[in-house]
Structure formats: C-alpha cells, structure tokens
C-alpha cells in the first residue's frame, strides 16, 4: 500500500506535491480533476497511482478550463473537489474560475496554482497571487511541505465554511521540496452527491451575477475575520524589533535562516493566508518595528499593501523591498539572493568568503531531444523538403518536448505564445506573409487548445503546414494519459479518440498519417503538403522513445548502434544536420555514438549518406 494511504499518524518524507495530495485525503477528497503542467505534475501523476484505492474519482481533463469546470460540478453536488495547475494553466481557465467565486460551492473546492518563478519549466513567471485578488477568493502559501499538506486540508474546511473555492499557491521550491510531514487522520468521503437546483446562484445571468457579486463580498468580509485570527499568520520572534520582516512562502525559511545565522535582531511576520491580507495584525506588526524588509518573490504585492498602511500609521520608517531596490520582481530566491539583500540592508558583509573555485568549470548541458526521439525524424525530414527555402520558412511552435527543435541544428522554432497558439499564429502568419508556414504541435496540446485553431483555420482559409506530433503520451509533464491513448486517469481502459477523424470532421483535406521512423516518407509527406494550396495536416505518428526503450527492454531487444570508421567519411551530416546527442566528435575528428546513451532508434543509419552506421550485434542489458 502507498504510504499516502496510511490511516495511522507517522512522519513520513514527502514531497510537496505528494503533501498536497495527503492533505486532501485527510479532508476526505472525492473528486480531482487537472491538466497535468509542471511544477504541478506530480499530483496528478500520483493520484494516477493510488486513486482507485483512494476511492476518489481522478481524470486527466483535456485542459485547465475543462477541469475546474468539472471539479466546480462536483463542489455543486456536495462533494469534496479539487483541481490542480501550473500557473499559465490558470490562464486557461480564467473565464470559469472569476465566475466560480460568484456562484461560491457547496463541497469544499480548493485550487492549486503552481507557480514558476524563475521560468524552470514555464514560458513566463506571472505572479498568480494577482488572480485570487482579481477573483476575491481566499489565498493560502504554505511554506514548506508539511504547511503544503495542513494548508490544503484546512482549505477545504475553510471552503465550505465560506463557501467560497480558495487558492492554495504554491512555488516550484516549494513543489519539488522533501520535507518530514506529520500525517493525520483520514477524513470521511461522501460518495456520490446530489445537485439541489439553484438556478439563481448558478445561472449567472447579468442579474443572477448582480446578486452573486454582493454574496461574494459578504463571504470576503468573513474571510477577512479569519485571516486576522488564521493559525498560518504568526509572529516569530528573533531576539529584537530594529528589522520586521513580513514575509510568505518559501521566502520565510531562508529569511529566518539568515536572520538567526548572521544574528540580525528583529521579528517576522509569516503570512500563510495572504488574501484577505490581515491588514490589523500587519498595522500591529508594523508599530512594533524601527524598519521593515518586505521578502516576496514575484510582484510587489505584499509591499504595496504595506507602504499604503505604514504611510499613516508610521509614515517615517524605512521600507525595504522591491522599490527600494533591494529585491527584484525576477526570479526565485535563494540563499545569495537574501544574502546579498541583507548586506547591503543592514551593512553587515554576509556574502560567503574565500569560496574556493573549480578547477574546470562544469560544461553547460541545455536541454535537448533524446537520442531517438521521433520529434527529430520529423524536424529532419520538413527540413529536406523545404531545400532552399528553409531560412524563408516560418516555424510555428508549440509547448512540449518538440519546442527543442528551437536548437542547432534544427533550427525549427521562430515563434511561441503559449497552449495551442502554434496553429492559431500559423494561421496569421499566413495571411500576412507569402512565406511557407509550418506549424508543429503535440497530441496532447492537440487535444487541450490545437482543435479550434484547426475550424478557424479552415474556415478563413489558412493555407499552412499543421503536424500534430502524435508520440502516444504527454512526455514532457512525465508520460501521462491522453485522449489518443485509450487509458483514463485511473489507468482503466477508455474510447481512443482518433486525430485523424477529428482533423477530418473539422473540414480538411489533406491529412497524411506517417510513422517518423520513415524518412523517405515523411520527406514526401511534407513536399505534397507544402504543394497544397489549403490547410494540410501531417499527424507524425511514433511512440515516445523513452516508452519505447522500456518495452524493447522488457523484451530484451534493445541493441545500440556504432560507426565503421573504415567506412565512416567524416562528412559529419550525422553531426551538423541530424543532430542526435548520442552521436559525437572525438579530439581525433573521428565521429562515435555513445552507447550509453544511444537508445537504438536507429534512424542515424538512414541519415548517413554512405552508410556508415551499423546495429551492435550485442545486445545491450
């Protein structure tokens, strides 16, 4: 049994995630739905794995909007809902979350937003404190996992009792920490549930809204007595008032770190409800200091509210944040990021002395398409058909493992907004240049947002090459189930819906369906498409090598490749035109594939124009 499943109390080392997904349980959660998105993956990812024998219902929706919809259904009916995201997912389900907040819930609803600051995994860092603001909703930050975990049950309780959906935001350091988390009981479920009609709570009809509106800041006022008084929200004291600290999140382990290392006198406010911003305990806290550090990562938000209550309560003393310079709006912290803020606010030199340098300095690793990834075959084969137009050509991408194809020496990424934007931006571009077009997308943002830009496309009459790069899964979020796939996210078998039926019923064509590992194919795929004078879609089909190298293992057929470099010419198209990272150019000018990393794929071999590339006879275990 997993460890997440334990009805009695231990300390357990868990991930923040995975005390996100204890904390429900001991709400006694019943439904969860979400788009998987890192830093938020492994929620998702591990109510896959215990769901069933958690006796809670959990699907991998087709996107954001789609989840929360779905989970806010459930809330209606009574049951226990929660729904989970990375930040730009919110985005996507914006329209339904502002509206969610009117018609309030019955069932607890708590919503996960995993931000990025730092752009780890994230084509932005928006700050989405803002989004519980806009909506006026209840925002908890948890701080370390096992407040991950305390946060989201209390969540639930704090939901229902206000009957409002809260926000528990979340970072990526605070996703991906591993900390001690003390669990507690197992909360009851409540099964199936059942909707009582209410047409003017949820109807939301201009005047329904009108009067949803007033309950919402009714509800928000109650929130507010609660933030006062909220157990998340303390004053830790460190031997001394000159510096207060009002601080959030993850920001507060390194801030008391510091301040207790380098024996900075002062206190901390540690706010782990942060809307409605307790603005009479800050007023207190604020009295009781010589001069205030606001730490935050993201926006000023925390400071702004601050400098506008110190202003006529205290309105000489100094404030150092964000506007005063000390701290950006960019990135994460960490260690040297305070450290330096803290010299430079106190005048005490904390920055760390005499570290010693590396001898060599460890060489840069982007990341990049693994050996065999289908995504390159595909890249390699539009390339050859464009010829000479290729530097003319326009390469819409998308987000997924395949935005890669941005990198030497590929090449094949010139611009990128978001979710499904490769096929809406392709069809501008090709309204607004006579440039060839060529739009890339993976199955599974295929099914999140790539459907609509497909009618838009065809019924303005967009003329552009569309791949829907179909490797069977959701790779770059970690292998999950997609509508293509034929499992659901309890890992039961369900309908596969087909690419091609859709792409047909949407109106086009031209569709050619083409195995990467095809070459000579695919090549002639792409120089009809480009010939067409309409919308044509190529769906590259090929499972994701990583599952694929799994199955020949199981199968004890995997061998890797190696080159005879009696008959290698060191013409180095494997190198300068394919590109695949297993394959090397030693001191010598000799070229090797490394067969550790070298996953057997095999299309190297077609590349070579001499024929140079060989399977290893032995078989590799």
């Known amino acids: 049994m997993n460890d997440l499943l334990t009805k009695e109390k231990k300390r357990l080392f868990l991930l923040g995630n995975e005390a996100i997904v204890r904390g429900s349980l001991e709400a006694g959660l019943d439904f969860a739905a979400c788009y998987p998105g890192t830093p938020s993956s492994e929620i998702g ?48 389900a914006a329209d339904a979350f502002m509206t969610v907040a009117y018609t309030g819930v ?22 989405n404190r803002y989004y519980a603001r806009i909506a006026n909703i209840p925002m908890l930050e948890p701080a370390n996992a096992q407040e991950a975990k305390d946060m989201t049950k209390v969540g639930f309780e704090l939901s229902e009792m206000l009957e409002l959906p809260v926000m ?134 925390l400071e702004n509210a601050v400098m ?11 404030v150092y944040g964000k506007r005063s310079g000390h701290f950006s709006v960019m990135g994460e912290y960490g260690p040297d990021v305070m450290k330096s803020a803290f010299s430079r606010i106190t005048g005490m030199d904390l920055m760390p002395k005499d570290v010693p340098k590396p001898k060599q300095e460890l060489p840069v690793r982007p990341p990049s398409l693994c050996p065999g990834c289908p995504h390159r075959s595909t890249y390699y084969a539009a390339k050859r058909a464009l010829k000479q137009n290729f530097e ?61 830009g497909v009618v838009n496309a065809v019924y303005n ?51 050619r369906t083409v195995d990467t590992s095809d070459i000579k194919e695919m090549q002639k795929a792409y120089e009809d498409a480009l010939a067409h ?4 879609v190529i769906i590259a089909k090929r499972e994701c090598v990583l599952l694929e190298v799994r199955s ?25 035109t394919w590109g695949c990272p297993a394959i090397f150019l030693a001191d010598d000018g000799t070229v090797h594939i490394n067969e550790s990393i070298c996953n057997g794929c095999g299309i190297c071999a077609k590349v070579c124009p001499f024929k140079a590339i060989h399977e290893n006879e032995e078989v590799r275990k």
């Open 533 to 536: 004078d309409k919308l044509a």
């Open 168 to 301: 528990v935001r979340t970072t990526t350091r605070l996703n991906h920490v591993r900390g001690i988390v003390h669990t507690g009981e197992l909360g009851p479920q409540r099964g199936k549930g059942k909707f009582d009609k209410d047409p003017r709570r949820f109807v939301t009809i201009p005047a329904h809204a009108r009067l949803g509106h007033i309950k919402l800041l009714e509800r928000m006022a109650k929130a507010l007595e609660v933030s006062e008084k909220s157990e998340f929200n303390k004053i830790v004291d460190m031997d001394g008032s000159e510096y207060g600290i009002i601080t959030s999140g993850v920001s507060y382990n390194y801030a008391v770190d510091i301040m207790a290392a380098a024996g900075i006198k002062g206190k901390i406010l540690k706010l782990g409800m942060t809307w409605p911003l307790p603005e009479a305990m800050i007023s207190d806290f604020i009295k009781s200091v010589d001069k205030l550090v606001i730490i935050e990562e993201g926006e000023p938000l």
């Open 552 to 576: 020949r293992k199981k199968a004890g057929e995997f061998k890797t490749w190696q080159i005879n470099q009696e008959e290698c010419k060191k013409c180095q198209v494997c190198i300068k």
């Open 392 to 452: 003319n050509a326009i390469f819409s991408s998308d987000i997924g493992c395949y935005t890669l194809g941005i990198q030497e020496p590929l090449n094949m990424a010139d611009f990128l907004l978001c979710m499904g934007s490769s096929v809406d931006a392709a069809g501008g571009f090709s309204k607004a240049t006579d440039q060839p077009v060529l739009a890339f997308l993976g199955d599974s943002t295929f099914f999140h947002s790539g459907i609509h």
């Open 461 to 511: 009459r967009h003329k552009f090459v569309y791949t829907i790069l179909d490797n069977r899964t959701t790779a770059m979020t970690g292998h999950q189930p997609n509508p293509g796939m034929g499992t659901d996210g309890r890992g039961d078998p369900a309908p596969m819906i087909s690419i091609e039926d859709i792409v047909k019923g949407c109106g086009v064509d031209f569709i």
């Open 308 to 318: 506008v209550l110190a202003k006529d309560l205290k309105p000489e003393i100094p």
């Open 45 to 92: 990812n591990t109510f896959f794995e215990i769901g069933k024998d958690a006796k809670v219902y959990f699907e991998f929706s087709t996107n954001e909007k789609v989840a929360l919809e779905v989970a806010a259904a459930a809330s209606a009916c009574g049951l226990r809902s929660m729904t989970f995201m990375k930040h730009v997912g919110l985005n996507v």
């Open 106 to 127: 019955r069932g607890g609803f708590v919503m996960i937003s995993a931000d990025d600051p730092g752009c780890h995994s994230s084509q932005n860092e928006q700050d």
